[in-house]
């Protein structure tokens, strides 16, 4: 293994790591945005809604950017364009403001996440094994940390700009430097490499890759996220509202199944190499179905929690192992270099998809049927993934590292001297 893709591993882990951080400020501080703003509860719903609408769009626009510059570029210069917005979002004092800074953390985050996860599965062929969970590891521990130091930014009244501003400088930086070893795998070269970029490089790619053949993958992503979307915004008010916790109780879900997301993401991959990405995929959509299913006929607030438990363990491998099949499905079918870019691009879009339809879904069931009743939904869904498991199989390499190891020498030629 050369020290460029070791580098490029390093560097990508950390931005995924950055956009944790950064999603979680600006999820975690919503109460005190609508307060610094002003928004009103009607009007709220209309901003969430519009962030993963743009973010999807940024996402669409990613796959025609890719045909023509490298993902690294794209990451690149999307991740300090969603700092910078999510500064703009803390530091302004109007509605318009507001509006703009978000409209362009949407656009940029479609980006970021496609290009991303792009780097990632070109990097996981590279590596000839499967290394996709640890990044998404990587963006679960920053989201632990972004919301670390939202609790603290709200513990001592601090302003949005006062929180955010020192985060910022610091993941600006860090992300400008660690951008220089990015490493586009499928591609024959790192970020730094300028001459098998622009015009054409990456012309007609994943053209061989249709929506059909994609739909199982689409929809398993699909189901992942209405899960995630369900824990993230169901967790405080089921275990507060129907199973009867205290309020500071009902805080503790969502960190616990954030932590054992980072778990189950950071020994994914060794289960992935050791017993396939299907088993995989199986076991966390098995997990994932009971934990729902604990989860609603929960008696009290910690038996709410195991559920809530289980929930994170099982969820966490599906989104990274998603994304790997996708690449390693348009590799199969299109042997172009970079073939699997616009198959990635297009399956990101599911994640904003669930993220939008699973909210309202189990609020509205919720609302006229039962809370409890809600919850089984949400496990009927993920439990729909073990049908499409097979998708998750490679033709020629069945643990998860692609179809076939590029010369690692080609991988590394222009690459900074390093």
């Known amino acids: 293994m050369t020290d460029v893709l070791r580098h490029g591993r390093t560097s990508l882990a950390f931005g995924f790591f950055a956009q944790g951080v950064a999603f979680a400020l ?28 743009l973010a999807g769009v940024g996402s669409v626009v990613s796959e025609r950017l890719v045909r023509r510059v490298r993902p690294s570029r ?44 792009m780097l990632g599965v070109s990097l996981q062929r590279a590596y000839g094994r499967s290394i996709m969970l640890g990044f998404h590891a990587a963006y679960s521990l920053g989201g632990i940390l972004g919301a670390s130091l939202a609790w603290a930014g709200a513990h001592w009244d601090l302003a949005l ?4 501003l020192p985060v910022v400088v610091v993941l600006l930086q860090a992300a400008l430097v660690g951008s220089r070893w990015y490493v586009d795998g499928d591609r024959g070269g790192v970020a730094g490499d300028e001459s098998a970029s622009g015009g054409g490089g990456g012309g007609g790619v994943g053209a061989g890759v249709g929506f059909k053949v994609l739909l199982p993958l689409c929809l398993v992503m699909t189901f992942a996220y209405i899960g995630d979307s369900t824990v993230s915004n169901w967790s405080a008010k089921y275990l507060q509202d129907v199973l009867g916790s205290s309020e500071q109780l009902a805080t503790v879900p969502y960190n616990v199944y954030m932590v054992t997301t980072l778990v189950g993401r950071a020994v994914g991959d060794f289960g ?30 910690w038996v709410g929690m195991l559920g809530f438990t289980l929930l994170g363990l099982g969820l966490c491998v599906l989104v990274p192992q998603t994304f790997a099949a996708a690449g390693r ?19 990101n879009v599911f994640n904003y998809v669930g993220f939008l339809i699973g909210s309202p879904l189990v609020g509205a ?5 039962s809370y409890r009743g809600a919850m089984l939904v949400p496990m009927v869904l993920v439990l729909v993934t073990v049908v499409y498991a097979r998708s998750f199989e490679g033709r020629v390499d069945r643990y998860g590292g692609g179809h076939e190891r590029p010369r690692t020498a080609d991988v590394g030629r222009g690459s900074n001297g390093l």
């Open 365 to 369: 069931l919720g609302d006229a049927w």
């Open 74 to 117: 794209l990451l690149r210069w999307s991740q300090p364009v969603v700092l910078l917005a999510l500064l703009g979002v803390g530091a302004g004092d109007r509605v318009a403001v507001l509006a703009v800074a978000l409209a362009v953390f949407g656009l940029a985050v479609g980006a970021l996440d496609a290009s991303m996860n």
């Open 161 to 164: 700009w006062v929180s955010y």
């Open 26 to 53: 600006l999820v975690t501080r919503i109460p005190a945005i609508q307060d610094r703003y002003g928004v009103s509860d009607a009007l709220l719903p209309v901003f969430l809604a519009a962030v993963p609408i």
């Open 329 to 347: 499905l348009a590799a199969e079918r299109d042997g172009r270099p970079g073939a699997s870019d616009a198959a990635v691009a297009r399956l």
């Open 272 to 301: 992935v190499r050791r017993f396939g990405a299907v088993a995989v995929v199986r076991g966390g959509a098995v997990v994932a179905a009971g934990g729902f299913a604990v989860v609603a006929s929960a008696p009290g607030p």
